[in-house]
């Protein structure tokens, strides 16, 4: 059976892009076929149709509108798939020149994947999208990551072990590795998309090449110094970018190479366990970010996630971003605020257009930052802010020529005209001139005709088949048809269209006049992306002192709201924090018109471990303690004022926290394999500069198995990590080690008890608790009467046998029956004959003499 021209060409783009769906350009649809509709229209909500046949077979299609493509888009994305996007190369007369069953010219202009986006629509604009590449040569691994969307550029060495931390710390979106490579369950586990490349993509001779072309330089070296592998990572990015975009490469900026030990390290469990900048339901809400978060522009916005993502672990670092916070702590930042905050985003509208993707509003945002970091230098440039915004200036020649050819606000496409600003181009207000001038020239011919023939309903009008022309009703043709001057040009059923010579001359003049305009918009258009194209390095300059501003300020506006204070961050082993507050339960409890109640530690030790075992009933804030420490500790090394009177933070180099309960059953975990496995990594990696969150060690097996695990990881980090560390836990009998271990000191949670009630102080002490209140808690959970009775019998005659027989529980089981089946309630009592004969008096109604007879009656029904 013989394929259609069209549907041989469709096969053969698709062989393109087979792992991709093909988005296939018919007017004003983007058409899916085969197996690539059958998945969409089942990813997207939408109907399967059918159109002819292939071999024998119905050909399955669905289609989505071109204008509302980037909706569909976001949707399949999010789903999984890759897009191929297949555009008309040429127009259909174009074709038609050809011959005139000639197939229109097409070709893949993209490929749509996770790492690769760059419209708004598609993007989160408070958060960086990173695409990744990872490289391993001779046992050295390596991870590029790039955010084509900005221009943002890096590189690290990364061997396997710290490539998943790596990953969690950037939320990647999408990892090129090589293919067959093994690290792709790494990747997936992340959330992040796989995606194979050959092995000549990472060759670290052709890469070194590929970014030698890119930046246009003759060396790397001034980039810095880069081993094979990062070479590799780098080069495989580069590729595949240029592969996803079919030769258009976004403006990179010069990698930054980020060198081990800049960043305080933290593994993908600690992220997830201390809610950095995503919550328990996935998004931000819940998080640390989103406690803090007060940025007020775009670029500021991914500045903070990347620094909460990635605190800082040098000292210089450190203390210059909390110098500049300091000053807009002091300083009055209302102004320079809302000045902020009319910034757009440049550094994603300076991506779409190096990709040419970019429309008039994109250049109108560069024109709108330019201007608004102008005004920024000219407040700030006489004042001691400790920021170097030298980088606002030097583009004024480019600002001035953007304000001059763009209108205020310019439409959304090129192609809706009316971007370029009268007077800027006199060959384009020209031909405006002659399009609007004809327009009413036709209006006042229409008028003219009117008085010629006497018909008040002539009309003259256009569409796209028989340009412009004059209708009249059949009744009133036969007076026109007897004028020369009026051409028959179509009848309808009720209606009679002409044309005149004067007519034809002014459509060719309106015609024309149109498309200049339209052309020189476009001409001038072009320019003015060239011209901000050619200010590119400075562009990004200028968009990063912004957000560095931005972060400063929100920062410091959170530290006066808040009333946060600043704290010492420097070299030695010292962690004090005076008065300290959790920055995320702090909100929720003020929205809920509830105190904070504030804390103390202290984990300072020049030299050995320092180690805080904590105790305490369930429900007291001990998970709340251990969590806002570690919170603190993130906040100082990004830059931030802490949520505390006072704190003296010494540099800590990783962080890890083991909280909470959670499974892997994907990947036949049990609650306590994870939970041993996240144990392991602490206990295998912390060094003395690390600060260590334990919560519960032990508690997902037996009880002596729990306590015999707890104890002896409490022994290692003490005697082997000798690393700063809060430890939690419900094994009263550790509390012994404070005794024996120099490094370990005994804390507590308060409680009072009250009538039988148990009431949380949320106070830490120090000293250890004697029970834990579980039973207590349960009961406020709601447990039944019966069961929390019956757990109460239990822990007496538990507590009562370690007493009498030295912990011997099996002893005290075998005497006391403890888990035999509890008996059933017994059901409610029937109401007494008293009680029925209550319910029918009417005390108000009893005179004194029968109140005593009823007196006499109700005793003998009692008895």
Not at 213 to 223: A, I, K, P, Q, W
Not at 232 to 237: I, R, S
Not at 571 to 590: N, Q
Request: charged share 25%.
């Amino acid at each position: 059976m013989s394929v259609t021209p069209m549907m041989a060409q469709f096969l053969e783009i698709k062989a393109e892009a087979p792992d991709a769906l093909l988005f296939y350009r018919m007017g004003d649809f983007y058409e899916l076929f085969f197996d690539d509709a059958v998945a969409a229209a089942a990813a997207l909500d939408i109907a399967l149709t059918k159109r002819g046949k292939h071999l024998g077979e119905d050909i399955a299609m669905c289609g989505v509108p071109v204008h509302s493509a980037e909706s569909y888009l976001m949707t399949l994305i999010r789903k999984g798939f890759r897009v191929a996007v297949c555009e008309q190369l040429e127009s259909p007369e174009e074709a038609k020149k050809r011959g005139s069953k000639s197939v229109v010219k097409r070709g893949i202009v993209r490929l749509v994947t996770p790492g690769t986006l760059t419209e708004d629509t598609l993007l989160e604009a408070r958060a960086n999208n990173w695409l990744a590449a990872f490289a391993e040569v001779r046992g050295q691994g390596a991870l590029a990551w790039a955010d084509i969307s900005t221009g943002a550029f890096h590189v690290a060495a990364c061997p396997r072990v710290r490539l998943g931390p790596e990953l969690a710390r950037l939320g990647v979106r999408e990892v090129v590795l090589v293919e067959g490579s093994d690290v792709g369950r790494v990747i997936e586990d992340l959330g992040a998309a796989a995606t194979p490349l050959g092995a000549s993509a990472f060759d670290s001779g052709s890469a070194e090449a590929r970014l030698l072309r890119l930046f246009e330089v003759e060396t790397l070296e001034g980039f810095g110094s880069f081993d094979r592998a990062e070479l590799g990572a780098m080069g495989a990015l580069v590729e595949y970018v240029e592969l996803t975009q079919r030769g258009r490469l976004p403006l990179l900026r010069p990698p930054r190479r980020e060198a081990a030990g800049e960043l305080m390290a933290i593994d993908a469990a600690t992220r997830r366990n201390l809610e950095l900048v995503r919550g328990t339901s996935g998004g931000r809400d819940g998080s640390l970010l989103w406690a803090i978060d007060r940025t007020v522009t775009a670029g500021g916005a991914r500045l903070l996630e990347r620094r909460v993502s990635a605190p800082s672990a040098v000292e210089s670092v450190i203390r210059s971003r909390l110098d500049a916070v300091d000053w807009a702590v002091s300083a009055e930042t209302g102004a320079l605020r809302d000045a902020l905050r009319r910034v757009p985003d440049m550094d994603r509208a300076l991506s779409r257009l190096s990709l040419d993707r970019g429309g008039p509003r994109d250049l109108a945002a560069i024109r709108d930052g330019l201007s608004a970091a102008d005004g920024l230098h000219a407040a700030l440039h006489d004042s001691d802010l400790p920021l170097d915004i030298s980088d606002l200036v030097g583009l004024e020649g480019l600002r001035d020529l953007l304000d001059r050819a763009l209108v205020a606000e310019p439409p959304l496409m090129l192609r809706d005209g009316g971007v370029v600003a009268p007077g800027h181009e006199p060959e384009l207000d020209e031909a405006r001139r002659l399009r609007d001038e004809g327009r009413g020239v036709i209006a006042g011919l229409q008028q003219t005709y009117v008085e010629a023939t006497g018909i008040a309903s002539l009309k003259i009008k256009h569409n796209n088949v028989l340009g412009y022309f004059i209708e009249t009703t059949a009744t009133h043709a036969a007076k026109m048809r007897g004028d020369d001057r009026f051409i028959h040009r179509q009848t309808t059923a009720n209606q009679v269209r002409f044309t005149t010579v004067e007519l034809s001359e002014l459509e060719t003049r309106i015609l024309n006049a149109g498309g200049l305009a339209q052309e020189i918009e476009e001409r001038v258009f072009a320019a003015l992306r060239r011209a901000v194209l050619a200010e590119a390095d400075a562009i990004f300059a200028a968009a990063r002192a912004l957000a560095e501003l931005d972060v400063a300020t929100a920062l410091a506006d959170l530290a006066r709201g808040e009333g946060w204070s600043r704290p010492v961050v420097d070299g030695s082993r010292a962690f004090r924090v005076e008065a300290g507050r959790h920055p995320v339960v702090e909100r929720a409890l003020k929205r809920e018109g509830a105190p904070f109640v504030a804390n103390d530690t202290e984990l300072s030790a020049e030299e050995g471990a320092a180690i805080r075992l904590l105790t305490g009933p369930n429900m007291a804030g001990k998970s709340t303690w251990l969590r806002q420490n570690a919170l603190i500790a993130v906040l100082a090394q990004m830059g931030s004022f802490v949520p505390a009177e006072a704190a003296h933070i010494g540099i800590v180099s990783q962080l890890f926290s083991r909280v909470g309960a959670s499974d892997d059953l994907a990947r036949g975990r049990s609650t306590f394999m994870v939970e041993m496995v996240e144990t392991a990594a602490i206990l295998n990696q912390a060094d003395e500069r690390a600060l260590v969150i334990l919560d519960e060690i032990g508690r997902g097996t037996a009880t002596y198995d729990g306590l015999s695990i707890a104890w002896a990881t409490l022994e290692h980090l003490h005697d082997v990590n000798r690393c700063r560390a809060l430890f939690a836990t419900h094994y009263h009998e550790m509390t012994a080690l404070a005794a024996r271990l120099r490094g370990v000191e005994n804390a507590t949670v308060a409680v009072r008890e009250w009538e039988g009630e148990v009431i949380f102080l949320h106070e830490v002490r120090d000293g250890a608790a004697d029970r834990s209140y579980g039973v207590q808690v349960a009961r406020l959970a709601g447990l039944p009467d019966a069961v929390v009775a019956r757990a109460r019998e239990v822990l007496s005659a538990l507590e009562e046998g370690e007493r009498e027989g030295g912990g011997k529980a099996k002893a005290m089981i075998d005497d006391l029956p403890l888990f035999r089946a509890a008996p059933a309630p017994a059901p409610p009592p029937k109401a007494s004959g008293v009680e029925a004969r209550l319910a029918e008096v009417l005390p108000d109604t009893l005179s004194p003499r029968e109140a005593l007879d009823l007196i006499y009656e109700l005793k003998g029904l009692s008895g």
